[in-house]
Structures are given as structure tokens and as C-alpha cells.
């Protein structure tokens, strides 16, 4: 005869209806890690399908979906499936895209005006040394000048 016993957690035995509550919590955290499971591969798909279409690196492509999905105030993997379901990019990414070569132009604009003022000050920077240069130059060939060489002899007087 076979003994049946009683699940226990711990020294005490749970009820049916305790064992229900564990198993049905049981299964939503199965079903939530599933679907973000779902969900992040969809996302990496996305990313994938970003990265060939436009040359990108993978944290490039990822990068520019969550600021898409932002700008469009939808959820990264609804953006992310419109881009696995679609042959041609989604209007948010193409909109992303678009304000972050603006940004781009302007950061390039930027530092390019940060060079030019660099280069003017070394510019400067470098003239002022030729003058000084030219200066103690002229200052030492004055001076030769003025010493008597010792080939000369000096005269008496």
C-alpha cells in the first residue's frame, strides 16, 4: 500500500487552495518572463534588420529605436515589431533618424567652430613666438656688432 503525502512547506501542510494560489502565481510569473522573452526578441530582431538596413552597430541601431519608439511615445517592442513586419522603416524611425542628422550637422557645425577658434589662437600663438624669435635674433646680431671681433686690432689712441 502506497502512502500519499501531503505537499508541506516547511512543517506545515498547505491546503488545496493555498496550492492553487502558488501554482496560478506560478504561472503569471511565467507568463510575464515569457512574454519579455517575446519581447526582447523581437527587439533584437528589430535591431538586426536596423544594424544591415542602415550600417549601424548593434548599440547604434538600439540606440535609435528607443529614441524612436520615445519620440513617437510608443513602446520599444511595438516599434520593434513594425520593423520586423515591414519591409520598409516605420515613419518614427525614419522621423528619429531625420532630427538626429540634424543634431548631428549642428554637433559637426560646433566643433568645427571650436577648431576654427583653436586654430586662430595657435595662429596667434605661433606669431607671437616668430616675433619673439626675431626679436632675440636681432638683439644678438646687434650685439655681435658691437663687441670688437679678435681678429681686428684695436687702435691705439
Known amino acids: 500500500m502506497e502512502e500519499k503525502t501531503e ?4 512543517s506545515e501542510s498547505l491546503s488545496d487552495e493555498d496550492l492553487r494560489d502558488r501554482l496560478e502565481r506560478a504561472e503569471k510569473v ?6 519579455a522573452l517575446d519581447s526582447r526578441v523581437v527587439i533584437e530582431q528589430a535591431k ?8 549601424w552597430t548593434v548599440d547604434e541601431a ?18 520593434a515589431a513594425h520593423v520586423v513586419a515591414r519591409n520598409d522603416t516605420p515613419n518614427p524611425v525614419v ?11 549642428a554637433a559637426m557645425r560646433e566643433l568645427a567652430e571650436l577648431h576654427r577658434e583653436r586654430a586662430h589662437e595657435l ?6 613666438q616668430q616675433e619673439r624669435l626675431a626679436w632675440s635674433q ?6 655681435s656688432r658691437r663687441r670688437p671681433q679678435p681678429s681686428e686690432p684695436e ?3
Open 7 to 10: 505537499p508541506t512547506r516547511g
Open 30 to 35: 511565467v507568463d510575464d518572463l515569457q512574454a
Open 48 to 55: 538586426g534588420i536596423l544594424r544591415e538596413r542602415f550600417g
Open 62 to 79: 538600439f540606440e535609435m529605436l528607443r529614441y524612436a519608439a520615445r519620440t513617437a511615445r510608443m513602446s520599444i517592442h511595438e516599434l
Open 95 to 105: 522621423v528619429a533618424i531625420a532630427r538626429s542628422t540634424r543634431w548631428r550637422a
Open 123 to 128: 595662429e596667434r600663438a605661433v606669431r607671437e
Open 138 to 143: 636681432r638683439d644678438k646680431a646687434q650685439r
Open 155 to 157: 687702435s691705439a689712441g
